[in-house]
Structure formats: structure tokens, C-alpha cells
């Protein structure tokens, strides 16, 4: 009998945790597509065309709609828009960012 109970117990605990990932995710993701959404819109308009063929506007809307998706239409943490929303945020974070960082001389508050 305590078999019994210790097994109807494993799906309720499954699912708190799920909840607990899928907040997790959700925060980080949001919080990244925000501070990169920020960056970009303090940054000068001539220097991404310096770094790479989209210009700031354009980043601005991806940025924007990756911040749309995540928070607004809440897309599952494993769902295609979500993935495709982390990638430009990363891609943005990651290369576009420190490209306006060398433009700049690396002065600024956002590094």
C-alpha cells in the first residue's frame, strides 16, 4: 500500500517541477531580450551599419518581437518561436554587441 502512495505522488511532483524549469526559462529569456533590447536602443544609429548590413531599426524590430513573443504571446519555452526569439537575442548579444563595442572604443556605460 505505501508502494501505491509513493507512485501517485511522482506525477504531482513532475509537474512542479516543469512549473519551476519553465518560469526559470521564461525569466532568463525575458530578461535577456530585454537588456539587449535596451542596448540596442541606446546605441548610435551610424555604428551598425559598420557592423553588419541590418540597420538599427531592423535590429529594434527583431529585438522588439522576440520581447513580443516571450512576453506577450507567452510562447512555450520549447515552441519554434521561442527558439527562433533566444537566437536573435543571443545573436544580437553576442556579435552584433561587442561589434558596436569595438566601433565605440569600448567607452560607454553598456559594454
Given at each position: 500500500m505505501a508502494k501505491l502512495t509513493a507512485m501517485a505522488a511522482v506525477p504531482i511532483f513532475y509537474y512542479d517541477v516543469r512549473?519551476?524549469?519553465?518560469?526559470?526559462?521564461?525569466l532568463v529569456t525575458a530578461v535577456l531580450e530585454l537588456v539587449a533590447f535596451v542596448h540596442c536602443l541606446f546605441q548610435r544609429k551610424d555604428a551598425f551599419a559598420?557592423?553588419?548590413?541590418?540597420p538599427k531599426w531592423?535590429?529594434?524590430l527583431?529585438?522588439?518581437g522576440s520581447l513580443f513573443v516571450t512576453v506577450v504571446i507567452?510562447?512555450?519555452t520549447?515552441?519554434?518561436?521561442?527558439f527562433l526569439a533566444l537566437t536573435a537575442t543571443a545573436f544580437y548579444l553576442l556579435d552584433v554587441r561587442i561589434g558596436?563595442?569595438?566601433v565605440s572604443g569600448g567607452s560607454g556605460r553598456w559594454r
Open positions: 512549473l519551476v524549469i519553465e518560469w526559470v526559462i521564461f559598420v557592423v553588419g548590413s541590418i531592423g535590429w529594434l527583431i529585438l522588439g507567452g510562447a512555450s520549447v515552441g519554434i518561436l521561442s558596436l563595442r569595438d
